[in-house]
């Protein structure tokens, strides 16, 4: 195994030997390409590998998905396909090699077939053009037509050609995250035309839903305050929201919020998997009101839920808060005020207010309340004489609310209090 390949583990390198034989086989070209390239050459773990094919890609995806007995996923619209090996723990994307033209700028491109350089001249950044063959004559020949090695050598991130952030805006966010998270910097003059394409409102003219796509993945970077402070350095928040400024005081809330983010993940992995992007988008919407945030919401096309809890949060006012500093000592009533929230959006909440009565009653909330569900069913009221009606769910509150206050525990206990519950009723 020739060169960076060599970096990868034994059953990753067979894998693409075995690629570049299925490739050779069909007579076609097969190269890794892209963000698997970038991070090969800066020894940062990747394990989805994207793999450019000089020939017929899908024929090719159906080959190597076909060596593992299972089968790739078509991506119609892209004309390109994934195969899942769940077992290697990888994700590899494939493509035909293609040339793309912009016929309008920051409108999606056209695209036709094309060679490997066509391929790579389309691509955002010198670091993510680059790529390195895998077919066995020529196996682990790195090729970087433009200076791609040399700028991941000076950290430094640039664009193919002038036009870049016109053609496509949404590099103008990729560019800052590759930047942040690899702690590069832009050379001057994609700097410079990058703050050109911002001053002419390019973002803006993109079609929302690739922005909100970009902006994710932004805030889902390992701690997204530096992004975001160079967002405000180089773009500003107007592209999410006319007239958004993002002010000391916001980034002291997204710095609290990544301390709670920490702390949940510590105290509670077992719990599902917090969106952490959405705790640091909602902390960025702060500053507006619920109107303008629900604006955002539609201009984006968030998924259902998504927008369910960003919009949760702007419902949270003075009267939310004052109550749940007053009802510290209530279980039932910390129950019902927190339980219908996020954790998102409880934990944003923690970071934003510091009241030790508030502290203390989520601490106690996600300790011990969290979830909390009684063992007795509908049946069991039934089989004790109760008729179906709207005194079961009475019956049901009143036998959580004593869950939640400590005065049951079992389901025994609790069928003991419905049988009082119920010969008081009658
Ligand atoms: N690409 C591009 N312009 C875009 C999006 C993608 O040129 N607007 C190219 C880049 O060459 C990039 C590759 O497509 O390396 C794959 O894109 P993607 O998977 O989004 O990025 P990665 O570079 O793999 O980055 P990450 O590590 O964040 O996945």
Redesign the pocket.
Known sequence: MKGYLKKLPKEVQDLILLAGDIASINNMRAYLV??CV?DLLLKVE?L?L?IVIEGNGIKFAEELAGAFNTKPIRHRRFGTATVDLLSHRLKIDIATARKEFYPEPAHLPVVENGSLKDDLKR??FTI??MAININRDGFGKLLDLFGGEEDLNNRKIRVLHDLSFID?P??IL?GIRFEQRYNFRFEPKTKKLLKGAVALRMLERVEPQRIRDDLI?LLKENYPLKEIRRLKELVGFAFISPGLSVSDKIFRLIKFAEKQINWFKKNYPDRRMLDTWAIYFMALMDPLNSNAVRKVCRKFVFRKGEDKRILGYKKIGRKFISNLKRIKNKPPDIFSILEPLSYEVILLVKAKYKYRGIQKTIEDFLEIYNGMKICSKGDDLRRLGLTPGPSYQEIFTKVLNAKLNGAVKTKEEELELIKKLIRKWS
């Open positions: 892209g963000g970038r990747n989805d994207d691509r955002d993510n053009a496509d949404t590099r990729r993945l």
